[in-house]
């Protein structure tokens, strides 16, 4: 894996940010989009722009063709066993609102128990407080381990034969924990219960094989993996999908049309009401192709260099508070003493440095950690070494220059 020649793939790396070299460290937020797909998006719209399955003139033909190309790309992505288990949705958060929706509403009742994680992205815990309120059900945690990880013990204690859903990241955002995701579901299916699995932080930086873990839904969203925003995708198994009503209304999903009834397509597209986001399945495509071309093991294994290259480094700095395991994905989320996550941000900023500082949108994980806030440095395909080194000398600075302005 030469990183060299794939960060020349990718024209926004080569530019200079506040007088510096560019350092993107925030790809867990959103990811840089290499040539291929950017062409890609380009040739859609430059040559076959066109709605999908409708017309039968050429331009739709070819659009049509992309867009169900692409669909089986994902299937072979994530190991599907049929393009019917694979729904394009609008990301991460659409699709888990979805199987909430869809799925939730009609099934769970007053004594009924849905299980999650404190780790959890706002995205995979509002839905499902939501679906506690309006069902009477109850929401449960799995408690984390001193380090951020969950315990096999805990997740045998927490679910029950009341727990109707399990909701779990396969990687946490914040931690970079890395669940035990086909144990959780094993556990999951032997209290019968279904399991959702939140892979915005898995699908694009590890192999997913969403039938050996054996989950029965899981969701990704384009844009952490090199795809265009707006694009993403549901896998469910197809039987809990056959029974499952559509949460979106109108063009697309219906099979045929009465005044007073409607009759739905068959999988996948009855969940897909509307124009469908075109262009970004197209897109998405092209990124697979990419990661593909790359060797998902050779992504997990660099950034899991990446991570321990990391964890030593920043040992150099003073003050410096890390949080999460030591076995973890390609992020660091720390603190500074008495140095506010956004001062951090912004003075990194100022070198060039891109990180992401706040909550992320996990603000219960937050309380758990006993801060306000933090901030997070997260790697992907095209990040190197000497990425982490700037990272090192750019917080080095910031430690300098806020114990001179206190001094």
């Known amino acids: 894996m030469d990183v060299k020649e794939i960060r020349k793939q990718f024209p926004i790396l080569h530019q200079e940010v506040n007088g510096h070299p560019l350092v993107y460290l925030d790809s867990a937020a959103t ?3 290499p040539a291929k797909v950017i062409e890609k ?51 991460t958060t ?31 815990l509002i839905p499902w407080q939501q679906l506690a309120k309006v069902t009477g059900a109850t929401l449960k945690y799995i ?53 959702l699995v939140d892979g915005a932080q898995g699908a ?24 265009p925003t707006g694009i993403g995708a549901l896998y469910g198994k197809k039987q809990l999908l056959e029974n499952m009503e559509p949460v979106e209304f109108g063009g697309e999903m219906i099979d045929f049309v009465d005044l007073y009834d409607s009759t739905w397509k068959e999988l996948p ?50 003050g410096l508070h890390i949080y999460g395991p030591k076995e973890r994905a390609g992020l660091v989320t720390f603190n500074i003493d008495d140095v506010h996550p956004h001062d951090v941000a912004t003075v990194l900023d100022a070198e060039g440095i891109a990180v992401r500082a706040g909550h992320h949108c996990a603000q219960p994980l937050m309380k758990w950690l006993d801060v306000a806030a933090t901030a997070r440095a997260s790697f992907y395909v095209y990040n190197t070494k000497e990425d982490i080194d700037a990272l090192t000398e750019g917080l080095i600075k910031t430690k300098e220059y806020f114990g001179d302005v206190f001094a």
């Open 31 to 33: 990811s840089q989009k």
């Open 269 to 318: 597209w009855k969940f897909e009401g509307g124009t469908p986001i075109i262009a970004g399945a197209v897109g998405l495509g092209a990124a697979i192709d990419f990661l593909e071309d790359i060797g998902l093991e050779n992504i997990e294994k660099h950034e899991e260099e990446l991570a321990a290259y990391a964890l030593d480094k920043l040992q150099e700095v003073d």
């Open 143 to 195: 408690p984390l381990q001193e380090d951020g990880t969950l315990s096999l013990d805990d997740v045998r204690e927490t679910i029950t034969s009341n727990t109707k859903i399990v909701a779990a990241a396969h990687v946490s955002n914040v931690l970079g924990t890395i669940n035990p995701i086909k144990e959780i579901a094993r556990i999951a299916h032997e209290n019968e219960a279904v399991i």
């Open 204 to 227: 694009p930086h590890m192999k997913v094989d969403v039938q050996e873990l054996d989950c029965d839904f899981y969701a990704f969203s384009g844009h952490k993996m090199g795809g």
């Open 41 to 91: 998006l380009d040739d859609y719209y430059r040559r076959y722009n066109s709605n999908v399955h409708r017309g039968v003139h050429t331009l739709g033909s070819i659009a049509t063709d992309e867009y169900e190309g692409a669909r089986e790309k994902v299937r072979s992505f994530i190991h599907a066993s049929s393009i019917q288990e694979v729904v394009f949705t609008r990301g």
């Open 94 to 124: 659409t699709a888990i609102n979805t199987v909430a929706q869809s799925y939730g509403r009609t099934r769970l009742k007053a004594g009924d128990e849905i299980v999650i994680t404190p780790m959890e992205h706002h995205s995979n």
